[in-house]
């Protein structure tokens, strides 16, 4: 590549990267403003910088701030910060939430995973025939609906918990239980999935399963022990060269999951997993983290997910029914199923209610696997869209339900009880 070119790429990525900053920023403060969480304001950012707005209205400034020459480059920016960001998932998964209540929030998290998979697929039925993607079978097309119908976006659920002061009532203990069963079993169905994706035939997806098999053994065996004793050593403290020790680590495991054909992604979820909890250094690892990748990565993720989302493909009634059917049939499967779940192990209503609202939050988790199934070939660009606005849909209902069930005078009450 000629040098002029590479200058000329160079300039537009930093043009591109100062205006999705500054538009995710302005909308994710204006979306707090409005007592919905930040998140959602800068993934609605990234929609109204593709072609569902900037595009639509002034498409030739769009294509030049976004051509397609550069598009490559943007990507891998946003493979980068979602890497670092379910690393960051992975070390706010603690196991020890799993012992403390594990019975309850495996019975109400197995539900609320079963029905929302069940009532995917169901519909996917349906949707395959004309909306599948270019790789996908019967099979895997309905195996990736159910997992994306049936995912809760853990961080999500946490910071409304934070802004709402339920964090340290029942609920809040609850949910965050049920969130991580959740990510547990959702990223496990997905990963499921993505072995289908990569291998053709039965054969070939056994051979991806073992080869996921025997990375989860070495993570757990062997790289979980070597960092218990660089914790150890480190004493909740995270230096450069220990940053530096858990950066290549880090690499290291998305890449294998990446060459195994399930996506870097799941390397850097379990990689945060194993990372020992205890002493402080998992919350010092993440607070070194976090800041770069949430405001500077995370935001370049957003907008690449905005460029592929054409909202402009939904013209007609009929695709616009199927939009209310898919965030019908989320809210049915995941609020419904944790409701009757939560209820049978002896939940009153409205903690019920309130637990089903919450894990029925997608969010970021949402897009993370509706970004995998597109580049998999799994789901076309109409489905796409559809999940995104379900994921904006249903992730906006959290914050005004709770804010009904849940009063002020009523969190002080379940706080000090």
């Given at each position: 590549m000629p040098a002029a070119e590479i200058d000329h790429l160079l300039a537009v990525l930093l043009l591109q990267i100062a205006v999705i900053i500054a538009v995710a920023r302005v909308l994710g403060l204006a979306f707090r403003a409005l007592r919905q969480p930040q998140v959602i304001g800068e993934v609605v950012a990234g929609i109204l910088l593709g072609p569902s707005l900037f595009g639509w209205l002034a498409p030739a400034p769009a294509a030049a701030l976004f051509p397609a020459s550069a598009m490559p480059f943007l990507k891998l920016l946003s493979e980068v910060g979602i890497i670092l960001f379910m690393f960051l998932i992975g070390l706010e998964l603690d196991p020890a939430l799993l012992r403390q209540r594990g019975r309850v929030a495996a019975v109400i998290s197995l539900t609320g995973i079963a029905l929302p998979f069940a009532l995917g697929a169901w519909v996917?039925?349906?949707?395959?025939?004309?909306?599948?993607?270019?790789?996908?079978?019967?099979?895997?097309?309905?195996?990736?609906?159910?997992?994306?119908?049936?995912?809760?976006?853990?961080?999500?659920?946490?910071?409304?918990?934070?802004?709402?002061?339920?964090?340290?009532?029942?609920?809040?203990?609850?949910?965050l239980t049920c969130a991580a069963v959740d990510d547990v079993a959702g990223w496990t169905l997905l990963s499921l999935v993505a072995a289908v994706g990569a291998a053709r035939g039965g054969i070939g997806v056994a051979g991806v399963l073992a080869q996921v098999a025997l990375y989860a053994a070495a993570m757990l065996g062997v790289v979980r022990?070597?960092?218990?004793?660089?914790?150890?050593?480190?004493?909740?403290?995270?230096?450069?060269?220990?940053?530096?020790?858990?950066?290549?680590?880090?690499?290291?495991?998305?890449?294998?999951?990446?060459?195994?054909?399930?996506?870097?992604?799941?390397?850097?979820?379990?990689?945060?997993?194993?990372?020992?909890?205890?002493?402080?250094?998992?919350?010092?690892?993440?607070?070194?983290?976090?800041?770069?990748?949430?405001?500077?990565?995370?935001?370049?993720?957003?907008?690449?997910?905005?460029?592929?989302?054409?909202?402009?493909?939904?013209?007609?009634?009929?695709?616009?029914?199927?939009?209310?059917?898919?965030?019908?049939?989320?809210?049915?499967?995941?609020?419904?199923g944790t409701l009757i779940a939560s209820r049978l192990v002896g939940l009153g209503w409205r903690d019920a209610a309130g637990?089903?609202?919450?894990?029925?939050?997608?969010?970021?988790?949402?897009?993370?696997?509706?970004?995998?199934?597109l580049d998999l070939g799994l789901i076309g660009p109409e489905v796409f869209a559809m999940m995104v606005l379900m994921a904006i849909a249903t992730t906006m209902m959290a914050a005004p339900v709770l804010a009904w069930l849940y009063p002020p005078a009523s969190r002080e009450a379940d706080a000090a009880r």
């Open positions: 996917a039925v349906a949707l395959y025939p004309a909306h599948a993607g270019p790789s996908a079978t019967a099979a895997g097309f309905s195996l990736f609906l159910g997992a994306a119908m049936a995912i809760t976006a853990f961080p999500v659920l946490a910071r409304i918990l934070m802004e709402r002061g339920l964090l340290r009532t029942r609920l809040g203990a609850l949910a022990p070597l960092l218990a004793r660089l914790a150890a050593r480190a004493v909740g403290r995270v230096t450069p060269n220990v940053l530096a020790a858990m950066l290549v680590l880090l690499m290291l495991s998305a890449l294998a999951t990446q060459s195994i054909g399930i996506h870097a992604l799941f390397g850097a979820f379990l990689f945060g997993v194993v990372v020992p909890k205890r002493d402080g250094f998992a919350r010092a690892l993440g607070a070194t983290v976090e800041d770069f990748a949430t405001v500077f990565l995370l935001p370049l993720y957003f907008a690449y997910t905005g460029l592929r989302t054409q909202i402009g493909l939904l013209d007609g009634p009929g695709e616009w029914a199927l939009v209310a059917l898919l965030i019908a049939v989320a809210v049915a499967g995941k609020l419904g637990l089903g609202v919450l894990v029925n939050t997608r969010g970021l988790m949402e897009l993370i696997i509706l970004n995998l199934g």
